[in-house]
């Protein structure tokens, strides 16, 4: 039972963690970066063995006091990260608000009759999704922890990404962590709005009109048919030489390109493969972070964006016929990448997209490569994030490190989505969490099974 993610959960209690000191209720506008995001959840979790307390405490006694000890902690870190102690709300023109009024966070207590190394990381929708992350249902912020049938644990959260994107949730994640072992929080988060303010007068590349798009100019969403050819999540592992070789490829044309980039490349061709039409155009989003750019030249504004607590993202993608990507080699397809992350990797365009939206409010409008193929002959269209800053072996309560962590987001797009992480063997393995459609997961199965192995326990090496 639980080889193949047939086992059953048990919620043990729910209940409400908000933070540990009384704080004035007060609204925090979203930026106008914050307003690109739709209302979509994304999940994270982080799976830990059976502590070793060299006695013979019962399991259950030790479950019930690793959740006193998340719980406590987590009410002293919702003291300076409030916004996900709140909820959203909408204000008289429709655009959300964030209420900070310590309402809390939902916390759920849950048993899973499973062992650790039953859970199937390699197929998270069977597994995780439902299960193992909660379905947050009010507020920014749920939490479910569940105990294992081996004494093990899996501590997973489901945040609004309209309030906070991964890096604003790594830093919430590692104060957590350094709470609950009695450290000072290394980072202390800022949510300093005037930081995005749009500027007087504003003014954009129009450049943007093709990357971001209004919802009102959107076609209408089709109806979704239940067929065979769903989008799907699986987690597979890259080994770091294979991470090395696919570098070297990509590099062979211009500069030195990233890892990032030589990955994107290889995706990006290999998805190709799977159109059948060889005009169809083929679309790869990178999500740049706008943090580091936005400091540029400002060294005061540089350690503020640094600690900036929200959304700082944007999403340049690039286009090719099907028929291109196939024949054309690794390096052009990287360095034609490298090429529209260069325009994007700016200032200037992130104070260019601030000033895009505020052109439009309270219009509501989103990454244009979200909504999928919306023009015709559109073909393969997914987006790659890249969470190289995913700190799987700083999320450590004060029992271990975690065994494995990933993000799991259901994003609600038309389009696919990519996100490598760092393996937790901390050996310069990725481990990638994938989203795209079944068809093309197994084309990356049939064709690509030496570079992208499906993720098992057995990878872990755990004692």
Request: contains cysteine.
């Amino acid at each position: 039972m639980g080889g193949k993610g047939e086992f059953a959960v048990k919620v043990r209690r729910e209940d409400v963690v908000a933070a540990m000191l009384p704080m004035q209720e007060h609204w925090l506008p979203q930026s106008n970066l914050d307003l690109l995001l739709p209302p979509v959840d994304v999940g994270v979790f982080f799976c830990y063995k059976r502590p070793s307390t060299g006695g013979d405490s019962p399991i259950q006694d030790q479950f019930g006091v690793m959740i006193g000890l998340l719980k406590k902690a987590l009410a002293q870190a919702l003291i300076s990260y409030y916004a996900f102690g709140g909820e959203i709300v909408h204000n008289s023109v429709g655009e959300p608000e964030l209420l900070c009024n310590n309402r809390g966070v939902d916390f759920i207590e849950a048993y899973a009759d499973v062992e650790l190394q039953g859970l199937n990381f390699y197929n998270p929708d069977e597994s995780i999704e439902g299960k193992l992350v909660p379905k947050k249902k009010q507020g920014v912020l749920c939490v479910q922890a569940t105990e294992l049938r081996c004494g093990g644990l899996v501590v997973a959260c489901a945040f609004d990404h309209r309030v906070a994107d991964a890096y604003s949730t790594n830093m919430f994640l590692v104060s957590w962590a350094e709470t609950a072992q009695g450290k000072q929080q290394s980072l202390i988060p800022s949510f300093r709005r005037s930081l995005l303010y749009p500027r007087r007068p504003g003014s954009y590349d129009l450049s943007l009109n093709d990357m971001y798009v209004s919802v009102s100019a959107l076609p209408p969403s089709q109806p979704h048919h239940p067929n065979s050819n769903q989008l799907t999540s699986r987690i597979y592992y890259i080994e770091a030489d294979q991470l090395s070789r696919l570098q070297s490829l990509a590099s062979r044309m211009g500069p030195t390109k990233t890892k990032l980039e030589a990955f994107c490349a290889f995706l990006w061709k290999l998805v190709a493969f799977g159109e059948s039409e060889r005009d169809n155009i083929c679309k790869i989003g990178v999500v740049v972070d706008g943090r580091i750019r936005l400091g540029e030249g400002e060294s005061e504004k540089t350690n503020l964006m640094d600690s900036y607590f929200g959304n700082v993202l944007s999403i340049p993608f690039g286009k090719m016929g099907a028929r291109e990507l196939k024949e054309r080699p690794l390096s052009y397809l990287a360095e034609h990448i490298h090429g529209f992350l260069g325009m994007a990797v700016t200032k200037e365009h992130f104070l260019d997209l601030v000033d895009w939206v505020e052109a439009r409010r309270p219009e509501p409008a989103l990454a244009r490569i979200y909504a999928g193929g919306v023009d015709k002959g559109d073909g393969a269209t997914f987006v790659v994030s890249s969470g190289r800053g995913f700190p799987v072996a700083k999320v450590d309560f004060g029992w271990g490190k975690p065994t494995f962590g990933s993000y799991h987001f259901h994003w609600g797009g038309e389009s696919g989505y990519v996100m490598p992480m760092p393996s937790p063997m901390g050996n310069g393995d990725w481990v990638v969490y994938m989203h795209l459609l079944k068809e093309q997961l197994e084309l990356v199965e049939a064709q690509a099974a030496h570079v992208l192995r499906p993720l098992t326990f057995d990878y872990l090496n755990v004692d």
